[in-house]
C-alpha cells in the first residue's frame, strides 16, 4: 500500500456533474483497482482509477454526495489530496483475443484503463458506452486514441443507439466472437449484462461497488450479502459467476448503516 498527498496538476470538466482530476505520480496501480481518496475534514470514499501513463494517473469523479460536492465546490489545481492504496482485485485479461468492455455512466474510467493494458497486449477489443445522454458520455476521445471498435448507447437516442448498452452487446454477440466480457457501470445494467454472457456461454467479469471504510478487507463494511466476500478484498472485480451468487447483485445494496437500499 502507498500513502500519497500528491498535488492536482489539472481538472478536466468532462460535463457539470463529472470531473477528472489528473494527478502527476506514477502509481503502479492494476486496471480495475482503486484507491481511498481523502479530503481533509470531510471524508475519505474508494475511487476506480482511470488513464494512467508512466508520471501521471486519472481519478474520474461524479458529483453524487457530500464528499464530491465538497470536492467539486473547494478543491483548485494544486491542492494536495490524501491517497491510499492501490487496492482491490483487479480484470484479469488473461489469454484473450477479443474482448468487450461495457462502461455506463461513471463507471466508464476503470474499462479506459483496461483499454489501455489491452491495447499494449494487442488484444482486439469492443468498446460499448452508455450514458442518458450524448453530453454525459465519458472519454470517448480517448477509447478512440486507442483504435477501439466503439459503439453508443444513449437513453434519449442523443447519440448512437437509442437504448441500453446491452441492446448492443446482445447484437454484436450474434456476430462476433468474444472470449471475454468487462464491465462498471450501474448494477441493473451489470446484472443484465452477467445474464447475457451466461446465456451465451462467454466469461464476464463485472466490478462492484459498495460502501467501505478500510478498503483492505479489515472491517467487514463491504461483505455481501449470499457469500459474505468483501468487495474491497476479494474484489471489486468479480467473475460474474460468483457475483451471481451474490444475494443482492442487482436487487439492493446496504448504506453506511447496513440498511437495505433498493437499486
Known amino acids: 500500500m502507498t ?28 486496471p480495475g483497482q482503486f484507491i481511498m481518496l481523502w479530503l481533509p475534514e470531510v471524508d475519505e470514499i474508494p475511487i476506480s482509477i482511470g488513464w494512467q501513463e508512466e508520471d501521471e494517473f486519472h481519478l474520474g469523479i461524479a458529483k453524487v454526495g457530500d464528499f464530491t460536492e465538497a470536492l467539486f465546490k473547494n478543491v483548485k489545481v494544486g491542492d494536495r489530496l490524501g491517497i491510499r492504496g492501490p487496492f482491490g482485485k483487479p480484470f484479469d485479461l488473461k489469454d484473450s483475443k477479443k474482448i468487450m468492455l461495457i462502461g455506463g455512466g461513471s463507471g466508464t474510467p476503470p474499462m479506459l484503463s483496461l483499454a489501455q493494458k489491452a491495447k499494449k497486449k494487442g488484444i482486439e477489443t469492443t468498446v460499448v458506452l452508455g450514458a442518458r445522454t450524448k453530453e454525459l458520455l465519458l472519454y470517448e476521445n480517448k477509447f478512440k486514441e486507442l483504435d477501439c471498435d466503439l459503439h453508443v448507447a444513449t437513453n434519449d437516442g442523443s447519440k448512437g443507439h437509442k437504448g441500453y448498452c446491452t441492446d448492443i452487446v446482445e447484437e454484436k454477440l450474434k456476430t462476433h466472437e468474444i472470449d471475454c466480457i468487462y464491465t462498471c457501470g450501474p448494477e441493473l445494467m451489470m446484472y443484465k449484462i452477467a445474464e447475457i454472457a451466461k446465456e451465451n456461454n462467454i466469461e464476464c467479469q463485472v466490478s462492484l461497488e459498495r460502501f467501505m471504510k478500510c478498503g483492505f478487507g479489515i472491517c467487514g463494511q463491504c461483505c455481501i450479502d449470499g457469500t459474505g466476500l468483501r468487495v474491497c478484498k476479494d474484489g471489486p472485480v468479480f467473475d460474474s459467476k460468483i457475483a451471481l451468487q451474490h444475494q443482492e447483485f442487482g436487487k439492493y445494496r446496504r448504506t453506511a448503516s447496513g440498511i437495505k437500499e433498493n437499486l
Not at 478536466?12 to 482530476?21: C, L, M, V
Open 3 to 30: 500513502l500519497l498527498s500528491p498535488k492536482i496538476d489539472r481538472i478536466i470538466e468532462n460535463n457539470p456533474t463529472f470531473r477528472t482530476y489528473v494527478f502527476k505520480h506514477h502509481l503502479s496501480a492494476k
